[in-house]
């Protein structure tokens, strides 16, 4: 055993003998007296070695380099000037791999790369404070989905991630050589999450990563992302949204209870109490008011979401009720006005962070909604024969997982929120 409890944990034993396993974050060597600050996932302790009082060789252990994996037994003691007010007193240490190179990246953060240099080293940029709590929020806001999906009676589901042509009709996919025919990688699990709620599973939800085959180069998109969906059948474009309002405020109230990553990342977070909804037409009439004109049934830029936060002082609410001809085929008209659909986004600090609508599941309006783009409907008759059998009306979302970390620890570009992030040019590490 190299460890029998984690810094964090070890920190409340005072007076206890603990194993406690990481890295040598940074060295202070005195001659007869060695302080070095140990580092896990969980925290950073002080462990104090005096000289005559701890084994020569826990002493010569210690004081080798920074970022050494050591493995160090002692006692817990209370000390007023040392951080969190605690140390440890060793009794043994051991070297369990050592430095050889020169770090590329620094851990301590004291000396800063640029994003490039930091992603080529990711494995030394995780061990950095500030990056290692973007991916505990990003594990608790996950997690957190899954936790109030589960509670609202959701059932999970795992999609393929390998299809026989685009799963939402568009061309920008990555086509795999899959044995002897060519097959893409699923830009969304649409059509499976409506086929699973056509087959009687009624509400499912999944995390999975999608595949975009977009030749950007922005700061909010990647080519890999990792989404969190779900679709609930019997239900209407009003019922997905209260679903959606619901779980989001339930990961962010969960997010602010991490006061210790936040106040690396993000000390000002305030989780939202309320999701209010605004229809689209609305928001345009409100931008036009606000000297930012745009043509009803243009989709809204990047400048004009960011604007729209700032006139309603509103971090997160819901645009609904758009047009038509800037959503997807698939998405349920107005009843009596066919220019309107029943589809709606999710605005967090500016950005777009949720899509969704109430699905067609008449084949005749599918029909009728392709041949007005220009499409053929035979070319959808994949899509389409899943509801010929009888299909409830339904209603889904989707939620980009890096695009709400982004927003809630603070962070200027999405790369920073996945762990090893695919873009036009990036596929190492």
Known sequence: MFRTHYIKDAKGSVGKEVQVAGWVHEIRDLGKLIFIQLRDRTGIVQVTAKKGV????????????????????????????????????????????????????????????????????RYLDLRKKDVTGVFSIKSEI???????????????????????????????????????????????????????????LD??????????????????????????????????????????????????????????????????????????????????????ENNMKMEWGEDFSKEAEKKLGEILQEDLFLIYEWPTNVRAFYSMPKEGKEDVCKAFDLIYKGLEISSGAQRIHIPELLEKQLEKRGLNPRNFDFYIDAFRVGAPPHAGWSIGLERLTMKVTNRENIRECMLFPRDRTRVHP
């Open 54 to 121: 701890v084994p020569d060789e826990v002493m010569t252990t210690l004081k080798r380099n920074k970022e050494d994996v050591v493995s160090v037994t002692g006692t817990v003691k209370e000390n007023k000037i040392a951080p969190d007010g605690v140390e440890i007193s060793p009794s043994k240490a051991e070297l369990l791999s050592f430095v050889g190179i020169k770090l590329p990246v620094d851990p301590t953060g004291l000396v800063p790369s640029d994003l490039d240099i930091r992603l080529n080293y």
């Open 142 to 200: 996950a997690k957190s989905f899954r936790e109030r999906c589960t509670q609202l009676g959701f059932m999970e589901i795992h999609p393929t991630s390998i299809v026989a042509a685009a799963t939402e009709g568009g061309t920008e996919v990555f086509a795999v050589e899959y044995f002897e025919q060519k097959v893409f990688l699923a830009q969304s699990p649409q059509l499976y999450k409506q086929m699973a709620v056509v087959g009687g």
């Open 203 to 288: 509400k499912v939800m999944m995390t999975m990563p999608v595949f975009r085959a977009e030749k950007h180069h922005t700061t909010t998109h990647l080519n890999e992302v990792i989404q969190m969906d779900i679709e609930m059948g019997f239900a209407d474009d009003n019922d997905a949204m209260g679903v959606l309002s619901d779980v989001t405020l339930h990961m962010l109230k969960n997010v602010e209870k991490m006061k210790d990553e936040l106040a690396l990342l993000n000390p000002e977070f305030v989780a939202p109490k309320e999701v209010p909804r605004h229809t689209y037409t609305e928001l345009v009439d409100l931008l036009g």
